[in-house]
């Protein structure tokens, strides 16, 4: 490999981690870290699968389909495969992850400081440099992975370091919760890096072809080890994080995901640790809404075919994002948890079985068929948020095999496409 493509690689891969590790990346590790203590490692594991391997997965898939989301989807169905990009992108862009971040800087990064800071006016001055540092797609990457990304990874190196040296000294109670592996699979969720990742496999192409790299198999090979290199540092960083909240020296009555950190943090700069917090969250916050309000923003011009520009699709994003940002945290998780729920299945099912068998399966209709039972499968937990009262989709929730671990989904799924395949005998090879 030569040293220019060495150098792309590196600096992509930096790029994507900071893209990827936003607030819930920050504030949910070293939570999960303190209610498993002693098994912290089992819970890291569940996390890891969701979290990390599933988001490279969704990059990889991306990169050997085509250039954006839809080519994976169009493996299904193209009208489908717009459909389910349009759902992800609300859900990653302006209804879930950028209002999120807006909120999160708020609560954690400026609030702690100044007590009198207005939600609106940190929303506005927060996205006001979101939608600046965005208007170029062609220097997303430059920013992300020259600047940003390694600002970012020295602040996390400063948080996690000293500390493990504190925690090595910390005798660790028993857990309190069960199921460690499963929560942590199911707290990865909560990061909705598989759905960004789709998006941010967007960006990443786009930064290989503008170094040149134009050709499918070196675009591939630049990209899928860009990706290995982001799932890398995430994996210390994630690993540094779950060990720095499984000892730590502090009770887990009523202490929130920030409160922990922040006590981490002053354990080791005494009072200027509430800044050290403020500047990772501020600095995590906004790379991944960078990113993530540059590719929604693409989408948007692809989908209309250009009758949104690029720009106006820009302004249009974080205008919106503005408005439900201010509504704070714990609103925005409370309706994200029903939409995650249904869009995460559906999308991962559709990752795997191109993964797994688009090389050999060329027919559309066992992919087709399976993400509909998929979706059918997912729904029953979005009606159940929305009729509380009617036990019938409870019970016929927990008639299915692992509901209980959020995987309802899985056994329907591959049952769904090998019935398919049987079915299509000689014609898997016909589109």
Request: net charge positive; proline share 3%.
């Given at each position: 490999m030569d040293n220019r493509k060495r150098k792309t690689i590196l600096f992509l891969g930096m790029?994507?981690?900071?893209?990827?590790?936003?607030?819930?990346?920050?504030l949910l590790p070293a939570f999960l870290g303190l209610q498993t203590r002693t098994d912290w490692v089992s819970a890291f594991s569940g996390f890891s699968l969701t979290a990390i391997l599933a988001p490279f997965l969704a990059v990889f898939a991306v990169a050997i389909s085509g250039n954006y989301f839809t080519d994976l989807g169009s493996r299904a169905n193209v009208k489908f495969a717009y459909a389910l990009a349009l759902i992800n992108v609300l859900c990653i862009g302006p209804l879930i992850a950028l209002p999120r971040s807006g909120a999160s800087v708020y609560e954690v990064a400026i609030q702690p400081i100044l007590s009198n800071a207005q939600?609106?006016?940190v929303s506005v001055i927060f996205f006001g440099v979101v939608m600046v540092l965005s208007f170029s797609m062609n220097k997303l990457t430059e920013v992300l992975g020259k600047l940003l990304g390694p600002i970012l990874l020295f602040f996390l190196a400063v948080l996690i370091v000293p500390a493990l040296f504190i925690g090595s000294e910390v005798d660790l109670p028993p857990t309190i919760i069960e199921d460690r592996f499963y929560v942590g699979f199911q707290e990865g969720y909560q990061t909705m890096d598989v759905l960004a990742g789709l998006i941010f496999a967007v960006i990443l192409i786009a930064g290989a072809k503008s170094r040149g790299y134009t050709h499918v198999n070196d675009r591939i090979e630049v990209v899928v080890k860009s990706a290995i290199f982001a799932a890398g540092c995430m994996l210390l960083v994630y690993g540094g994080m779950f060990y720095l909240g499984a000892h730590a020296n502090v009770e887990i009555t009523n202490l929130s995901r920030s409160g922990l950190l922040l006590h981490i943090a002053t354990?080791?700069?005494?009072?200027?640790?509430?800044?050290?917090?403020?500047i990772?969250?501020?600095?995590?916050?906004?790379?991944?809404?960078?990113?993530?309000?540059?590719?929604?923003a693409n989408f948007f011009e692809r989908l209309t075919k250009g009758k949104l520009g690029y720009i106006e699709g820009i302004i249009s994003i974080t205008l919106v994002s503005v408005i439900l940002g201010i509504t704070g945290v714990d609103a925005i998780i409370d309706?994200?948890?029903?939409?995650?729920n249904f869009i995460y299945p559906v999308t991962l099912v559709l990752i795997l079985s191109v993964l797994l068998f688009g090389g050999t399966?060329?027919?559309?209709?066992?992919?087709?068929?399976?993400?509909?039972i998929t979706m059918v499968i997912s729904f029953i937990r979005v009606l159940i948020k929305w009729f509380p009262n009617e036990e019938v989709f409870t019970q016929l929730l927990e008639a299915l095999p692992l509901a209980r671990f959020?995987?309802?989904?899985?056994l329907p799924a591959v049952l769904t496409f090998i019935i398919t395949c049987f079915a299509l005998g000689r014609n898997l090879n016909r589109k």
């Amino acid at each position: 490999m030569d040293n220019r493509k060495r150098k792309t690689i590196l600096f992509l891969g930096m790029a994507l981690f900071a893209m990827f590790f936003g607030a819930g990346n920050l504030l949910l590790p070293a939570f999960l870290g303190l209610q498993t203590r002693t098994d912290w490692v089992s819970a890291f594991s569940g996390f890891s699968l969701t979290a990390i391997l599933a988001p490279f997965l969704a990059v990889f898939a991306v990169a050997i389909s085509g250039n954006y989301f839809t080519d994976l989807g169009s493996r299904a169905n193209v009208k489908f495969a717009y459909a389910l990009a349009l759902i992800n992108v609300l859900c990653i862009g302006p209804l879930i992850a950028l209002p999120r971040s807006g909120a999160s800087v708020y609560e954690v990064a400026i609030q702690p400081i100044l007590s009198n800071a207005q939600p609106v006016w940190v929303s506005v001055i927060f996205f006001g440099v979101v939608m600046v540092l965005s208007f170029s797609m062609n220097k997303l990457t430059e920013v992300l992975g020259k600047l940003l990304g390694p600002i970012l990874l020295f602040f996390l190196a400063v948080l996690i370091v000293p500390a493990l040296f504190i925690g090595s000294e910390v005798d660790l109670p028993p857990t309190i919760i069960e199921d460690r592996f499963y929560v942590g699979f199911q707290e990865g969720y909560q990061t909705m890096d598989v759905l960004a990742g789709l998006i941010f496999a967007v960006i990443l192409i786009a930064g290989a072809k503008s170094r040149g790299y134009t050709h499918v198999n070196d675009r591939i090979e630049v990209v899928v080890k860009s990706a290995i290199f982001a799932a890398g540092c995430m994996l210390l960083v994630y690993g540094g994080m779950f060990y720095l909240g499984a000892h730590a020296n502090v009770e887990i009555t009523n202490l929130s995901r920030s409160g922990l950190l922040l006590h981490i943090a002053t354990q080791q700069l005494g009072s200027n640790g509430i800044y050290l917090i403020s500047i990772l969250m501020i600095l995590a916050c906004l790379t991944t809404a960078i990113a993530l309000t540059a590719g929604s923003a693409n989408f948007f011009e692809r989908l209309t075919k250009g009758k949104l520009g690029y720009i106006e699709g820009i302004i249009s994003i974080t205008l919106v994002s503005v408005i439900l940002g201010i509504t704070g945290v714990d609103a925005i998780i409370d309706y994200a948890s029903t939409l995650l729920n249904f869009i995460y299945p559906v999308t991962l099912v559709l990752i795997l079985s191109v993964l797994l068998f688009g090389g050999t399966i060329k027919n559309q209709k066992p992919y087709f068929i399976t993400l509909i039972i998929t979706m059918v499968i997912s729904f029953i937990r979005v009606l159940i948020k929305w009729f509380p009262n009617e036990e019938v989709f409870t019970q016929l929730l927990e008639a299915l095999p692992l509901a209980r671990f959020n995987l309802e989904w899985v056994l329907p799924a591959v049952l769904t496409f090998i019935i398919t395949c049987f079915a299509l005998g000689r014609n898997l090879n016909r589109k």
